[in-house]
């Protein structure tokens, strides 16, 4: 009965990020232009690691003449798609040469000013009467712990989530970012084989909520449990074991950057220096200045 009522609440937390997928895909057919409104939808699948970029100038972003430096809001890359991710077509143009698609995706359901997009060469076509998604499939706690930790001192990239970088991209654009690291949803994305939600904005409401406001750091640490989330809307730390959470930080002004180890309490006295516990964050991040943070269990034992 417990693990029933566990995996209800699971379910139950996803609908809005499975809401948006359906609302972003209606969006997409409500925007085709005038004339093409019986056209046939269009698909594509990612026959290895795709990088998705919210704009459509591949050969400048990978081309050796642009630092992708988040630090300094040069933020191209949304994601890298796992090879299997179904894409829908929803446009298509060429730079610089490069045959570029605009896309929707409901592994990532995110809205957007720009719109995403992906170099053409990193999908394959696929019929509308043959297109399946990604199966997901999350592994064991043990790979899940042995994958975080293969990620430690990967450097932290901004939309990165394949820790040794997307081959094809080396190949095709030799002088560019390789993608070679994670940013702190992408350390998680990886490690459950894309299971999880991609973003923060979506983990703050992921699985079930920990109890934790008016606790202390102490009283924090011993409730929580392996691969519980402490997360707010923009990071989150990912508890490893009873003493430590690991985690990838952009490392702004001078500090640490990467993928590292944290002692866990010491870690939660740190944070809660300047950010208070929330049982809620979509009803107490206000209130508390923006500055809150909620524990979220996801992960069934």
Same mark, same amino acid.
């Given at each position: 009965?417990?693990?029933?009522?566990f995996?209800?609440?699971?379910?139950?937390?996803?609908l @809005?990020?499975l809401?948006?997928a359906a609302?972003q895909s *209606?969006?997409?057919?409500?925007?085709k232009e @005038?004339?093409?409104a019986n056209?046939?939808a269009r698909y594509a699948?990612a026959?290895?690691? *795709?990088p998705?970029l919210?704009? @459509?100038a591949f050969?400048?972003v990978?081309?050796?003449?642009?630092?992708?430096d988040?630090?300094?809001?040069?933020?191209?890359?949304e994601?890298?798609?796992l090879?299997?991710t179904l894409?829908?077509?929803?446009?298509?143009?060429?730079?610089?040469?490069?045959?570029?698609y605009?896309v929707s995706s409901n592994d990532? @359901?995110y809205?957007?000013k720009?719109?995403?997009y992906v170099? *053409?060469?990193?999908?394959?076509?696929v019929s509308?009467g043959a297109?399946q998604?990604?199966? =997901?499939?999350?592994p064991?706690l043990?790979?899940?712990?042995k994958?975080l930790l *293969?990620a430690?001192?990967k450097?932290?990239?901004?939309?990165?989530?394949?820790?040794?970088?997307a081959?094809l991209l080396r190949?095709?654009?030799?002088?560019?970012?390789?993608l070679?690291?994670?940013d702190?949803?992408?350390?998680?994305?990886?490690?459950?084989d894309?299971f999880?939600p991609?973003?923060?904005?979506?983990?703050?409401g992921?699985?079930?909520?920990?109890?934790?406001?008016?606790?202390?750091?102490?009283?924090?640490a011993?409730?929580?449990?392996?691969?519980?989330?402490i997360?707010?809307s923009g990071?989150?730390?990912i508890?490893l074991? =009873?003493?430590?959470f690991?985690?990838?930080v952009?490392?702004?002004e001078g500090g640490?950057?990467?993928? =590292?180890?944290?002692?866990l309490?010491?870690?939660l006295?740190?944070l809660?220096?300047?950010?208070?516990?929330?049982?809620?964050y979509a009803?107490?991040?206000?209130g508390?200045g923006?500055k809150?943070f909620?524990? =979220?269990r996801?992960f069934?034992?």
């Amino acid at each position: 009965m417990i693990m029933k009522k566990f995996v209800l609440a699971l379910v139950i937390s996803l609908l @809005p990020w499975l809401l948006g997928a359906a609302e972003q895909s *209606a969006a997409a057919d409500a925007a085709k232009e @005038p004339g093409a409104a019986n056209a046939p939808a269009r698909y594509a699948v990612a026959i290895t690691a *795709a990088p998705v970029l919210n704009t @459509p100038a591949f050969g400048k972003v990978f081309g050796g003449t642009v630092t992708l430096d988040p630090c300094r809001q040069v933020r191209p890359i949304e994601f890298v798609a796992l090879p299997g991710t179904l894409f829908r077509i929803e446009g298509e143009e060429t730079d610089g040469g490069i045959d570029v698609y605009r896309v929707s995706s409901n592994d990532y @359901p995110y809205r957007s000013k720009t719109g995403y997009y992906v170099d *053409a060469r990193f999908l394959k076509p696929v019929s509308a009467g043959a297109r399946q998604e990604r199966p =997901r499939a999350l592994p064991g706690l043990a790979e899940v712990q042995k994958r975080l930790l *293969a990620a430690l001192g990967k450097p932290y990239v901004w939309g990165g989530n394949v820790k040794d970088g997307a081959p094809l991209l080396r190949e095709l654009y030799p002088q560019g970012d390789p993608l070679a690291g994670v940013d702190c949803s992408g350390l998680l994305y990886q490690a459950t084989d894309g299971f999880t939600p991609r973003n923060t904005s979506t983990l703050t409401g992921f699985g079930t909520a920990l109890p934790v406001a008016g606790l202390s750091a102490e009283r924090i640490a011993q409730k929580l449990q392996p691969l519980d989330l402490i997360v707010w809307s923009g990071h989150v730390m990912i508890v490893l074991d =009873r003493d430590s959470f690991i985690e990838s930080v952009m490392g702004c002004e001078g500090g640490v950057s990467g993928v =590292r180890l944290t002692p866990l309490r010491d870690g939660l006295r740190r944070l809660m220096k300047h950010r208070q516990p929330l049982d809620d964050y979509a009803k107490g991040a206000k209130g508390a200045g923006g500055k809150g943070f909620v524990v =979220r269990r996801w992960f069934a034992r």
